[in-house]
């Protein structure tokens, strides 16, 4: 079993993450304007790192670091299995998830943050800092989004993060057509497959090209109805997205097996997947 989260905890936690968030998300439009200062490096997967990045985890690390859990973050040190393996709870982030949207300019970037408990997600913050909107759940409390402007200083307490919240979903009736989120990065010839499988059902259906985890937020939201990913994401990329959109109705599920995710594997590689959103349960995904 994993760790019971109290009271508490949730009042002490919520507060730690959302402050987190959107002070990694002051830190990253700090750097965002500054194109000839974003010093691009590239990891082993070829993916890129920045600067914005690298202020972001260091924000978020020197926050989180007051709750005495272990991080595992994108850009920390390489955490060996066996050193995770027996983390019971802890927090997964991702300080800036869409680096290429971000090194691109179109402003589809946001700030990742779990708590993560038995394995399995069980408080979830998404911040798009450049859209000022947050998007944040509890596990069995529903999942919300509200406004808040990026904040080196944010101070937000537990009661201050709910005031003004709008609950998940906006739109409780699917779109008209159904709208298909796709990446704008990384999609691949399985990704086109299933989308035209999904068009023998719904042959009206519409595409929406999207960057991050901001494509789980518009899910939650009703926004968009229905999200295949069949290139590679890490843990990380997905974790507060699936329980937020979760809250709010929907589902992830992994690919082939329609399974549900786990969390700290061995590979903190993610399986494909596919997701849908809370107002289309009796649309075959």
């Known amino acids: 079993m994993g760790a019971i989260i109290t009271t508490q905890q949730r009042e002490f936690f919520l507060p730690m993450a959302v402050n987190a968030a959107v002070r990694a998300g002051a830190a990253i439009l700090d750097?965002?304007?500054?194109?000839?200062?974003?010093?691009v490096d590239y990891k082993a997967d070829q993916s890129p790192i920045t600067?914005?990045?690298r202020r972001a985890h260091d924000v978020i690390k020197s926050h989180l670091s007051q709750t005495r859990m272990p991080i595992l973050s994108e850009e920390g040190r390489e955490m060996q299995y066996f050193e995770r393996k027996g983390w019971d709870l802890f927090w997964m982030v991702d300080p800036l998830d869409g680096t290429r949207?971000?090194?691109k300019g179109n402003n589809?970037?946001?700030v990742n943050i779990a708590l993560i408990s038995d394995n399995r997600p069980v408080?979830?913050?998404?911040?798009v800092p450049y859209f000022h909107k947050l998007y944040f759940t509890e596990k069995g409390f529903g999942s919300y989004v509200r406004e808040i402007a990026?904040?080196?200083?944010?101070?937000l307490d537990y009661k201050e993060i709910y005031e003004g919240a709008r609950e998940l979903p906006l739109c409780k009736?699917?779109?008209s057509p159904l709208r298909v989120a796709i990446s704008r990065s990384h999609n691949n010839e399985a990704t086109f497959e299933r989308i035209e499988r999904f068009r023998e059902l719904y042959p009206d259906a519409e595409l929406v090209e999207q960057g991050s985890s901001y494509k789980f937020c518009l899910l939650a939201e009703g926004t968009i109805d229905y999200y295949p990913r069949t290139s590679n994401t890490y843990e990380w990329d997905t974790a507060a997205g699936e329980i937020i959109l979760s809250e709010?109705?929907?589902?992830?599920?992994?690919?082939?097996?329609m399974e549900k995710f786990a969390y700290n594997k061995e590979s903190l590689l993610n399986p494909h997947f596919v997701c849908r959103g809370p107002a289309i349960k009796d649309v075959a995904i």
């Open 150 to 155: 990026p904040d080196a200083e944010c101070m």
């Open 123 to 127: 408080m979830g913050i998404i911040y």
């Open 248 to 257: 709010a109705g929907g589902v992830t599920k992994a690919l082939p097996d």
């Open 31 to 39: 750097v965002y304007p500054d194109k000839a200062n974003y010093q």
């Open 101 to 103: 949207e971000f090194i």
């Open 108 to 110: 589809e970037f946001t």
């Open 51 to 53: 600067l914005a990045d």
């Open 173 to 175: 009736e699917p779109n």
